[in-house]
C-alpha cells in the first residue's frame, strides 16, 4: 500500500488555515504581553511607593538613615546622583523619573508621578496606575528645549495687578543656572544684589519664583509702603521736611510646593532651607531731611551680608542700619527693633531691604538685606565645576530672575 502525501490543494488551505489563525491569535498575544508589561511597571511603582513609605519609617527611628520628611515634596532616587537625593532601597525595575507628594501627618504618599520601563504612572488614592500624563518626556529628543534657552521672569505687579508667585514646569532634565537681582530701594535708593547658581533638574520638576518690587518715593513727604518680598516701610511723621523711601523687595527662587509666597512667610531660615535654593537682597530706601540732615543713601543689597545705609552725618554712626546677615536682620546703632527673616526693618523715613535676612534700619538709614546661596552648592556636571556667588548691588529698579538650560 502506498503513502499518499499532500496535495497542493491541500497545502495551501493548511498555509492559509495557519495564518488566519496567526492573524487571530497574534493580537491577543501581543495585548497579553502588553498588559503584563503595564501590570508588572505598576506593581514596582506600588513596591516603590512601599519602600519609601518604609523609609520614613526608618527615618523616625534612625535619622542618619531612610529620607528627612520635614516638607511635603519630594524626589527619590535609588542610585547615585549629582544631587543629594533622599535614597531609598528598593527591589525590581527604577523608575527614571519619580516625583512623590507625601503627607507629613500620616508619614505616607500622597500621590506620585512615575517614568518606568516607558510607562507613565500615577500613583494616587492607594493605588498605581496609566497616566494621562506624559512622564517620559526625556525619551522623546523633539520634547528638549535647546542648550542656552532662557526663561526670564519679570516683576508682574505692574498694571493694576498685585505681585504674584510666578512657576517654572522644567521642559526636560539637566543642568540649568539661576540668575536673581534684588530690588533697588525707594527714591533711588540702595541697589539691589545679585546671586547666581546652578542646579540639576529633571522633567517636570516644579520651581517657584518670587520677583521682588522696588521701594517707593519720589521726593515727597508721605507713607511709603516697602517693596514686594520683604523691602520694609517707610513710615508716616509728623516732619514735614523729611523726603522719604521705603526698602526693595528680594528675589529668590524655591522648590514649588505652594504653600509659601514671600520668604518671610516661610517664618524661619529652617523651614525655608528645606525650599529655598536662591536669593537676591534688596537695597535699602534712602531718605533726607531738609532741615535737620543731608541725603542719607540706602545699603545696597546682596552678598553674604548687605550693605549698611549711609550714616546721617560722616562723623557720626548715628541713626545707621547695618545689612542682613546669613544668621540674623540687621540691626542699628539705636538699638531698635532688627530686621527679621526674609523681611527689611520698617523706619520713620527709610525702610531695610527684603533678602534671606533683611536689612536694618536706625529711624532714617535703610540697609540692605542679605543674598543666599545655600540651596545651590558647588557642583561638578561633566567633569566641569560649576559655583554659586552673591554680591553686592548692582541692580536698579524692580528685580527680576532668569532660569537659563546650561547642558543634558
Not at 544684589?193 to 521726593?219: F, Q
Not at 525655608?272 to 543713601?297: E, F, H, M, Q, R
Not at 548687605?306 to 545707621?320: D, I, K, N
Request: with cysteine.
Amino acid at each position: 500500500m502506498k503513502n499518499k502525501g499532500f496535495t497542493l490543494i491541500e497545502l495551501l488551505a493548511v498555509i492559509v488555515i495557519l495564518a488566519v489563525v496567526a492573524l487571530i491569535a497574534y493580537p491577543v498575544i501581543t495585548g497579553i504581553v502588553e498588559n503584563s508589561k503595564k501590570n508588572s511597571a505598576l506593581r514596582s511603582i506600588e513596591g516603590y511607593v512601599e519602600a519609601a513609605n518604609n523609609a520614613t519609617v526608618i527615618y523616625d527611628v534612625d535619622n542618619s538613615k531612610g529620607i528627612n520628611v520635614t516638607t511635603d515634596k519630594h524626589t527619590f532616587t535609588s542610585d547615585e546622583d549629582i544631587l543629594d537625593f533622599s535614597k531609598i532601597k528598593v527591589k525590581g525595575t527604577i523608575p527614571t523619573y519619580s516625583y512623590i507628594d507625601f503627607n507629613t501627618k500620616t508619614k505616607a504618599v500622597k500621590e506620585g508621578h512615575f517614568c518606568i520601563s516607558g510607562y507613565s504612572v500615577i500613583y494616587e488614592n492607594n493605588q498605581a496606575k496609566i497616566s494621562n500624563t506624559n512622564y517620559c518626556l526625556d525619551a522623546d529628543s523633539s520634547n528638549k528645549a535647546e542648550i542656552g534657552t532662557e526663561w526670564v521672569f519679570d516683576y508682574n505687579g505692574v498694571d493694576g495687578n498685585s505681585p504674584s508667585v510666578q512657576s517654572f514646569e522644567v521642559p526636560n532634565k539637566g543642568l540649568y543656572k539661576l540668575e536673581v537681582w534684588g530690588a533697588q530701594g525707594g527714591w533711588s535708593g540702595g541697589q539691589g544684589g545679585y546671586s547666581t547658581g546652578y542646579v540639576y533638574l529633571k522633567s517636570h520638576d516644579m520651581l517657584s519664583i518670587v520677583v521682588g518690587g522696588a521701594g517707593e518715593g519720589d521726593g515727597s513727604h508721605a507713607y511709603r509702603a516697602g517693596g514686594y518680598n520683604g523691602g520694609g516701610n517707610a513710615l508716616s511723621n509728623d516732619d514735614n521736611h523729611t523726603r522719604q523711601g521705603s526698602g526693595g523687595g528680594a528675589t529668590h527662587i524655591a522648590k514649588s510646593n505652594g504653600n509659601y509666597t514671600t520668604l518671610s512667610s516661610y517664618g524661619s531660615a529652617d523651614v525655608a532651607k528645606d525650599y529655598v535654593l536662591i536669593v537676591a537682597g534688596g537695597g535699602g530706601g534712602k531718605s533726607t531731611n531738609s532741615v535737620l540732615w543731608p541725603s542719607v543713601a540706602g545699603g545696597a543689597g546682596g552678598g553674604v551680608t548687605g550693605e549698611s545705609g549711609s550714616a546721617v552725618y560722616e562723623s557720626s554712626t548715628l541713626f545707621q542700619g547695618y545689612g542682613g546677615t546669613q544668621t540674623e536682620g540687621g540691626g542699628n546703632t539705636l538699638n531698635q527693633t532688627k530686621a527679621s527673616f526674609g523681611q527689611g526693618a520698617d523706619g520713620i523715613a527709610a525702610g531695610g531691604g527684603g533678602g534671606w535676612y533683611g536689612g536694618g534700619n536706625a529711624s532714617y538709614s535703610g540697609a540692605g538685606g542679605s543674598g543666599y546661596i545655600g540651596g545651590v552648592p558647588e557642583i561638578t556636571y561633566k567633569k566641569t565645576v560649576y559655583s554659586p556667588s552673591t554680591t553686592v548691588g548692582g541692580h536698579t529698579g524692580n528685580g527680576y530672575a532668569k532660569i537659563t538650560l546650561i547642558s543634558y
